[in-house]
């Protein structure tokens, strides 16, 4: 999977700034620009690409970054969704700008980001709403991944209507950011697992040098690389959820079976990521529920 120079860079801008573990990471993704990089230039944008996002994403996705750019950015989409330039006008610019914003579709049990979002996008019977969110009952819900916030959202009435929009378009939109970020993710549990494999000796020999750990890295070692190109595959969104959502489960499940008993302890993030990657699979539907529509249109 091949990125231009504008993309590397933006790549690499976004590796050394999770390197240095800032306290307050979401003004540090503002100033570089991150969440207007799928907003039109006229509304505020940067007027890149969502593989741009998607660049982004797959970092945040290595370090477990607990920011709102992925809900910001689906709820971004959905607004652009809807066609309606004055709303867009508005709205983008704000989040471009920085405000937080949340997407909740009809039919969604858990919303990422909603409890601090500045901006609530309601979607019922077709049509996108704004909100504020005390207009509506916003609750954290504990979940096993403690990086990623998830909340219930429950709506009496909505109230501003923004107009019809096209949802599928945002679930594909959310699906190829979603799987962009799980790609990330893998590659961080296949080095994770590469360093203690070097690291580990066992008969007076690192456990990397043995032959049936070799084959394991190299099993996840393709499965990590096939995950980024399905992920940047944006024609095929649904295929790329499912894909990176079960190369992702398969890449921890060895990362935890060769790190051994300190895996799951709390001291080693293993666990963390392990954790990630079975939250994330239920995120907009999960690997088994997109293989049961595929059945039934077929």
Not at 2 to 8: G, I, S, V
Not at 88 to 106: H, Q, Y
Not at 203 to 226: C, N, W, Y
Not at 247 to 262: R, Y
Request: proline fraction near 5%; hydrophobic fraction near 45%; include cysteine.
């Amino acid at each position: 999977m091949w990125l231009t120079e504008e993309q590397l860079a933006l790549q690499d801008t976004v590796a050394r700034l999770l390197a240095k573990e800032p306290d307050d990471l979401w003004p540090k993704l503002c100033e570089i620009g991150a969440p207007s990089l799928a907003i039109p230039e006229q509304y505020g944008g940067s007027g890149a690409t969502l593989t741009e996002l998607q660049v982004v994403l797959e970092q945040l996705g290595r370090t477990l970054a607990p920011t709102p750019l992925l809900a910001t950015a689906i709820a971004a989409e959905a607004v652009l969704a809807t066609n309606n330039t004055q709303a867009s006008e508005r709205l983008l610019s704000e989040i471009a700008a920085g405000r937080v914003a949340a997407w909740c579709p009809e039919g969604e049990k858990y919303v990422l980001d909603a409890d601090h979002a500045e901006i609530l996008l309601v979607g019922r019977g077709g049509v996108l709403y704004e909100m504020r969110p005390d207009q509506a009952r916003i609750d954290r819900v504990n979940t096993m991944d403690e990086s990623r916030r998830l909340t219930t959202v429950v709506v009496d009435e909505p109230a501003d209507p923004i107009g019809p929009y096209d949802e599928a378009r945002v679930r594909n939109f959310a699906l190829s950011a979603l799987a962009a970020e799980q790609a990330g993710t893998a590659a961080r549990c296949l080095e994770m697992t590469i360093e203690h494999a070097r690291q580990r000796v066992q008969f007076g020999r690192p456990i990397g040098s043995f032959q049936a750990v070799k084959h394991r890295l190299a099993d996840m070692h393709v499965l990590v690389e096939t995950a980024r190109s399905a992920a940047y595959d944006t024609e095929h969104p649904v295929e790329a959820k499912v894909y990176c959502s079960e190369a992702l489960q398969q890449v921890a499940a060895e990362m935890v079976q060769l790190h051994g008993g300190i895996a799951i302890t709390w001291e080693h993030d293993a666990q963390r990521y392990f954790k990630r990657a079975h939250g994330a699979a239920f995120l907009f539907g999960h690997p088994a529920e997109h293989l049961r529509a595929y059945q039934v249109r077929g």
